[in-house]
């Protein structure tokens, strides 16, 4: 009932700037928590940061204040400002919904998972 795509990756110097988006389409009551993941070559997927339907965020520790997240809910989209990008943010970054669905008789939570934007920090 959800799709999510992001945009906004690419290849930056270290100590560049990028900001990735990820918007969110389909038949759905409402989007709740927002998250952005990423996965480096060869290592686990790992959780950067969350934003709530209010707006409250949470950072992982290895952001430090370098990452913002953001989002506009009339435009179903979430934004993450990256700065002082270090060549360890080198990774595939995928956004992530949990929506919910309204049926018939019951309302669901449903989490879905974007495809995923590279961003690689070298010079």
């Known amino acids: 009932q959800a799709q999510l795509v992001e945009s906004g990756g690419g290849l930056v110097q270290p100590g560049g700037s990028l900001r990735l988006s990820c918007v969110a389409s389909?038949?759905?009551?409402?989007?709740?928590?927002m998250r952005w993941y990423r996965q480096a070559p060869g290592k686990e997927r790992e959780l950067v940061a969350s934003i709530t339907s209010s707006s409250n965020t949470s950072y992982s520790d290895f952001i430090k204040g370098r990452f913002t997240i953001s989002r506009d809910n009339a435009k179903r989209t979430v934004y993450m400002q990256m700065n002082s990008l270090k060549p360890e943010d080198t990774a595939v970054y995928f956004c992530?919904?949990?929506?919910?669905?309204?049926?018939?008789?019951?309302?669901?939570?449903?989490?879905?998972w974007g495809k995923g934007t590279l961003v690689t920090v070298s010079s």
């Open positions: 992530n919904a949990d929506v919910s669905v309204k049926y018939q008789t019951h309302m669901a939570i449903l989490t879905y």
């Open positions: 389909g038949s759905f009551f409402s989007i709740n928590a």
